[in-house]
């Protein structure tokens, strides 16, 4: 099931870095989970946390995306929120 979010985070992934618009739960979740620059972090850890919540409605697609928002700052890889 997919999750689309309002508008999508674009973030800056891979070297050299592409620019890669995220606009479901299940696409940051992926992200987060294979290819994040960072392996721990709390807004990481948060963000993980707020998109497994959204698979599991317990949280909605717009708390998944700022949490994501979140950890991409953390990580150094927002391009455009």
């Known amino acids: ?4 979010w309002l508008k999508p ?3 800056l992934i891979g070297d050299p870095p592409v620019e890669t618009p995220i606009a479901t ?5 992926w ?3 294979e290819d994040w620059p960072l392996e721990e972090g709390p807004a990481l ?5 707020m998109c497994a919540g959204v698979l599991e ?4 697609p717009d708390e998944a995306r700022e949490a994501f928002v979140e950890a991409a700052r953390e ?3 927002l391009a455009k929120a």
């Open 1 to 4: 099931m997919q999750t689309p």
């Open 9 to 11: 985070v674009v973030v």
């Open 25 to 29: 739960t299940q696409g940051a979740s």
């Open 31 to 33: 992200l987060l989970i």
């Open 45 to 49: 850890t948060r963000a993980l946390a």
């Open 57 to 60: 409605r317990k949280n909605k």
């Open 75 to 77: 990580a150094g890889v």
